[in-house]
Structures are given as C-alpha cells and as structure tokens.
C-alpha cells in the first residue's frame, strides 16, 4: 500500500510529508523535514496540535472522556486494581503475574527510607514553607545521596532510580508534613501496603498506636491510582525535556514537581477546595459563577475544564462516588464544602457559557474534598498529587531514555523582537 502523504502548499511549491498512524487515536503528520525543506518552522504555543513524541504508556480520548493505562480503561483499573500493581504495569507494560508483583512490591518496600543525612536537609527549612517547596528541593537533592543510580546510560542504574523514587517519595511527602506541623518523622514500615504507610508516615505520633482505616486507605490509593499517569501533560512534558539533555532520573523528577506546582496544573486540587470554601455556602454560587463568566475578573472555576477532556474527566466520576464514601465514613456526608461543590457542579453543567466550551468537572474537583476530610491541609494536595504521578514520570522517563530516535528537546520560535542594531555607548543615549 503506498505511503499516506500531507501535501503543503507554500506559493508554487507543494512539498510532502508522511503520516503515521498509532493504534488509536489522530494520525500525525511528520514534519520532521519541515525545515530542512522548507525554511519554515510550525507555530504551535501551547503545542496544542503537536504530537512530541510517540509512547505506548498512556492514552486519552479526550471527546469521549477516556482514559487508559496500557490500554486498560481507568475505571476497570480503580474498581479491580492497586497502585502498587498500576505502578507495575505503567513501568513495565503488562500486568505482572502473582510472582512479579510480590517481587515488585518486596523490592518498593526495601526502599521506603531515606538516608538518615536527609532529615538534616529537612531541618534546613521554614517550618511554614509550602511542603512543594520541600518536595521539589529534596527530590533534585537526592542525586546528591544516591550516586550509584545517576548514570542514565546504563539500564540498571536507571531501574534502581525509578524503584528508589517510587519508594521514597511517600517518606519524602510524608516528612515534609510532619515538618510543617512541628512532629518528629516517622519512619516507613514494611508490613504495610503503599497507602496504608503512608498515611501512617503522616498522622502517627509515637505517642500512641495508629490504626490505619482501611476506607480510607483504599481511597488514598485510588488518588494515587487515578493521578498516576496522564500522557504527555505539562509536568511530564518537563520530566521529558529535562530528560532530553541526559540529566540525572532525580533532577528530572524535581523539574516535574516544580511545573505540576502551578494552579493550573496540579495545584488546582489547593485551589480548589480553597475556591469552595470562599463560596462557602449555596446561596453565594450564582454570584461566583458570574464572576468566573466575566473576564476581567481573573477568576477561573478551578476543578473546572481541562486541556484533553472536552467531556466529563473519567477520574473525576471515580472520585465523586469516593469522596461519598470517604465523608460518610468521617459522618460529614452534610459537609457544607461538599454541599457547594455538588450544587455548584450541578449548576455550571447547565450554564450555556459552560456547555459551550465543554468545561467539565476534571479529578481536582473532588480529590480535594477527599483528602479534606482525611485530614490533609490544603497546602499538602499538590504533594500527593505529585506522590501519585511520580510513577508516570518515571515510566515516560525511562520510555524517552530508552527510545533510539532520542533527541535533546530544542523548541523553537517566531521571532518578533527587534532587528540588528547597533549599539549606542550610554552617553549617546537619550
Ligand atoms: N472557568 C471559567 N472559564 C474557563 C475555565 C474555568 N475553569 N477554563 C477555561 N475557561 C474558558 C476560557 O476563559 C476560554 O474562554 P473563551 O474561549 O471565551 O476565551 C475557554 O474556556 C477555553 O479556555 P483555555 O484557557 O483556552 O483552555 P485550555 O485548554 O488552555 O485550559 C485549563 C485548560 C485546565 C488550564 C483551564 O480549563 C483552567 O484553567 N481550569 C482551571 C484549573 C484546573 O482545574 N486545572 C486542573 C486541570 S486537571 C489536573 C491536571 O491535569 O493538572
């Protein structure tokens, strides 16, 4: 069959390029030659029409408001998995048999702490910095402790960074919130599964025994499961592009928790539940509602639309059947927040200004209400979210780094500043 081609015309001139085909989803055109052809760049801000890599990790459908894992559909996984097997299949592609996941998780649990040297770093902040703060200062520093892992040329060293990164960075959240509430840390243990340990990191004192609930436990490896990857967002993006240049798994990592800080991104969860506070209660909606329609205000509906999803956010159905739960347990079920954010979801997804630019409730939208009534501050949302994401980070990582068409990411751009002049001495200047 003869290759598939995308003519361009520039003038008189027609010039072709390929078009690829995935297994699912839009054809691209390759305009890898583009330049070397043409003279021309594409213009694409935002890269909302570029494809910058292929991946077999992750794939959205943004119109249906799918979403899958290596081809599993997210909801399947949420109802029927664990994190720690979504981790498994997200790095190695398939699902592991019994064996390989009692491998997996004995080798993500011997990695759960960190060198004891890092609790001095911790020592180092404010006790009221933004435990993202934190995060992203301790995670670029851990390739300060962990030497044996930075060689990204070599395939083991790479595979211990990714399971050193998974396991500690639950400790590594965890730490940063005890700091912030004036505790002593509280070191992992093993006999626990992934989320149970963690919260047991975070709300343990050793004054007395914790019992993690498991409700509870469940519903934070759900929000870890659910934010575990999403294709080629902005935060991966940067992982990707930091990679690009052959920097260290860590330093990558940390470049993706300083961009998944924006509330744009991954700080939207903060913004939001703080957005439902202020409205405070029902009656105050419609006049909030206006205020997000009018552009002069600066005011976005946070938990509200999103770059990929012009339908309902899959995840977001998940996580409102959890947060249900979740606040049913803690006996808050007539929570006022929750009051505001099911009527304000209710009312916006019958507003025409909405509807018509397919502006949906996305997973930030009830993430935070859960992790509210599991006892989290505001302020530590984005670290989970960044907890939950890790794994995505790394598996895109380690995609980029093993893929033999790897090239260091170089964007370029319309040049619209000024044109060659000459420099004026500053006496000549006016
Ligand atoms: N509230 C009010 N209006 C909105 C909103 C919103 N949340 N989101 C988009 N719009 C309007 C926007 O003003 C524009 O209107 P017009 O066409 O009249 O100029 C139109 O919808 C398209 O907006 P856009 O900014 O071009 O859309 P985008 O795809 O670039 O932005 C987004 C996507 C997620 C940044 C944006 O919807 C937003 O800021 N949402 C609130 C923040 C949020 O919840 N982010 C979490 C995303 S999900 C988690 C994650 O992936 O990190």
Redesign the pocket.
């Known amino acids: 069959m003869a290759e598939e081609v995308a003519k361009l015309v520039v003038g008189d001139q027609t010039y072709e390029f390929p078009v690829l085909h995935g297994t699912v989803g839009p054809d691209v055109i390759d305009i890898r030659s583009l330049y070397a052809k043409t003279g021309m760049f594409t213009y694409d801000p935002?890269f909302t029409s570029t494809a910058a890599c292929d991946s077999s990790i992750t794939y959205i459908d943004g119109d249906k408001g799918e979403l899958m894992y290596r081809g599993y559909p997210i909801e399947q996984l949420a109802d029927k998995s664990n994190y720690l097997e979504v981790c498994y299949l997200l790095l190695y592609g398939e699902l592991p048999n019994a064996w390989q996941l009692n491998d997996f998780k004995d080798r993500v649990t011997r990695h759960t702490m960190v060198h004891e040297q890092i609790h001095y770093f911790y020592r180092g902040f404010r006790r009221d910095a933004h435990p993202m703060a934190i995060v992203c200062g301790v995670v670029g520093a851990m390739a300060a402790f962990y030497h044996d892992s930075i060689d990204i040329s070599d395939a083991d060293q790479r595979e211990i960074a990714s399971i050193r990164m998974i396991a500690k960075i639950p400790t590594i959240v965890a730490m940063a919130y005890k700091y912030s509430v004036g505790q002593p840390f509280v070191y992992p243990r093993n006999d626990l599964d992934y989320s149970s340990n963690f919260l047991r990191m975070c709300f343990s004192v050793p004054a007395e025994e914790y019992v993690v609930n498991p409700v509870i436990a469940r519903a934070m490896d759900l929000i870890f499961t659910l934010h575990a990857d999403?294709e080629q967002?902005?935060s991966t993006s940067t992982v990707r592009l930091a990679g690009s240049s052959d920097a260290n798994p860590f330093a990558c990592i940390a470049a993706g928790v300083a961009c998944?800080w924006g509330?744009?991104?991954?700080g939207?969860n903060e913004?939001?539940l703080n957005m439902l506070r202020e409205i405070g209660t029902v009656d105050r909606i419609p006049e909030f509602i206006a205020k997000?329609?009018d552009?002069n205000s600066g005011v976005?509906?946070?938990?509200?639309?999103?770059?990929v999803y012009k339908n309902y956010?899959p995840r977001a159905k998940v996580m409102q059947e959890t947060a249900k739960e979740v606040l049913a347990l803690m006996g808050v079920e007539n929570n006022p927040t929750l009051q505001v954010a099911q009527e304000l979801e209710k009312i916006a997804l019958s507003d025409p200004?909405?509807i018509e630019?397919k502006?949906y409730p996305?997973?930030?939208?009830y993430s935070g209400i859960i992790l509210d009534a599991i006892g989290f501050p505001t302020s530590m949302f984005t670290a989970i979210?960044a907890l939950s994401r890790t794994v995505g980070w790394i598996a895109q990582w380690k995609e980029m780094i093993a893929d033999p068409q790897k090239k260091i990411g170089r964007p370029r751009q319309l040049y619209d500043g000024a044109v060659t002049r000459d420099y004026e001495p500053l006496i000549e200047r006016e």
């Open positions: 935002g999403h967002n902005a998944l509330p744009a991104h991954g939207a913004a939001a997000a329609k552009k976005r509906l946070m938990g509200f639309g999103h770059r956010d200004y909405f630019r502006l996305n997973v930030d939208f979210f």
